[in-house]
Nanobody, 119 residues
Framework: QRQLVESGGGVVQSGGSLRLSCAVS????????MGWYRQAPGKERELVANIISGGTTNYAASVKGRFSISRDDAKNTVDLQMNSLKPEDTAVYYC?????????????WGQGTQVTVAS
């Protein structure tokens, strides 16, 4: 059973919007940080945005002002609203969570969802 399951990817025109959602089956109380990474062909995986325990959010410089991350504790989801999309945002987007468990940090990844921005 996957602990993180993404949805919401797809193809969108440049300037358009998409919303990604990640269903999390790990207790939010044990999560140190959760968020979204992306990996474009031939490039390394990079942080897009995350939420640290306590509510602090972090964004990559390339998406600041265009993307917004949010969490819903009632639904156990973490969402990424992506506006003003650009072709360079094309990548596989991965949900990620770090869980504090028995003195260790366990890292979880979703299976990834493709986002393609057409010019």
């Amino acid at each position: 059973q996957r602990q993180l399951v993404e949805s919401g990817g797809g193809v969108v025109q440049s300037g358009g919007s998409l919303r990604l959602s990640c269903a999390v089956s790990i207790s939010f109380h044990s999560i140190n940080a959760m968020g979204w990474y992306r990996q474009a062909p031939g490039k390394e995986r990079e942080l897009v945005a995350n939420i640290i325990s306590g509510g602090t959010t972090n964004y990559a410089a390339s998406v600041k002002g265009r993307f917004s991350i949010s969490r819903d504790d009632a639904k156990n989801t973490v969402d990424l609203q992506m506006n003003s999309l650009k072709p360079e945002d094309t990548a596989v987007y991965y949900c990620h969570a770090d869980q504090y468990y028995s003195g260790r940090i366990l890292a979880y990844w979703g299976q990834g969802t493709q986002v393609t921005v057409a010019s």
